[in-house]
């Protein structure tokens, strides 16, 4: 099944941020919105990813507890963003089209879940995709302070550069430090020169999610 972060263009007029707002307007959701954005918009992709699930499986997946899961499922399906039925919770036709088109604006090519990475090994590890963002003197140290403030355990940034992988500040070489994950970041991602891959990773894959995502609106807002 095509998740909505791995869809080509989506036609529509959307307003980065609703689906963040839909669920920040349900004081009933409490501590699941105690979050950075990048959490919140780390949950929308889970749902997206996990779909179809159950209540009580999303309320894991997402760290929550039951009556939460609850609370955010009635509030997003008023919104029109989620659809449950006897198969479980999955996006709407319309979350789908704005989650993707929110990754979009952040030029996000592709979400994908790494489990474990060499590069980072015994944790779990998310990498995001992200068109022509590489610039000069970038160093990956931002980005990774604002996973780590997001719950994650870290963040690295990796760029294209005259088709090598290098990790920012001193360009070290992917394929020095594991020519096994210089391979499988080529496979799973379709690069481009000036491209990046951002890799958060933590003890799950929700953090590194989240972590991932924060670390890439670090660049969002650095642009800005």
Do not use: W
């Not at 919105?33 to 309320?59: N, T, Y």
């Not at 990796?158 to 020519?179: E, T």
């Not at 958060?200 to 642009?223: M, Q």
Request: glycine share 10%; with cysteine.
């Amino acid at each position: 099944m095509e998740n909505a972060f791995e869809k080509g263009q989506v036609n529509g007029l959307v307003r980065k941020g609703d689906l963040v707002e839909a669920a920040r307007h349900d004081s009933n959701i409490g501590c699941a919105l105690d979050l950075p954005k990048s959490g919140l918009e780390a949950r929308f992709v889970l749902i997206d990813q996990k779909a179809p699930l159950g209540r009580r499986a999303l309320a894991r997946a997402l760290e929550i507890n039951d009556g939460v899961a609850r609370g955010l499922l009635e509030r997003l399906g008023e919104q029109g963003i989620v659809e449950v039925n006897e198969t479980g919770v999955r996006l709407s036709i319309r979350g789908k089209t704005r989650l993707h088109s929110l990754l979009a604006e952040l030029s996000i090519r592709k979400i994908q879940s790494l489990d474990e990475s060499d590069l980072i090994p015994g944790k779990s590890a998310t990498a995001i995709h992200l068109g022509e963002k590489y610039r000069s003197g970038m160093t990956g140290i931002p980005q990774r302070d604002e996973a780590v403030r997001s719950g994650a355990q870290g963040s690295i940034t990796i760029a294209v550069q005259r088709g090598r992988l290098v990790i920012p500040p001193d360009n070290r070489d992917a394929a020095d430090l594991s020519p096994r994950e210089d391979k499988r970041l080529r496979g799973l991602f379709d690069l481009s020169e000036n491209d990046l891959i951002v890799v958060g990773f933590a003890d799950n894959t929700r953090r590194s999610l989240s972590g991932a995502l924060a670390a890439v609106l670090s660049l969002a807002a650095a642009k800005s």
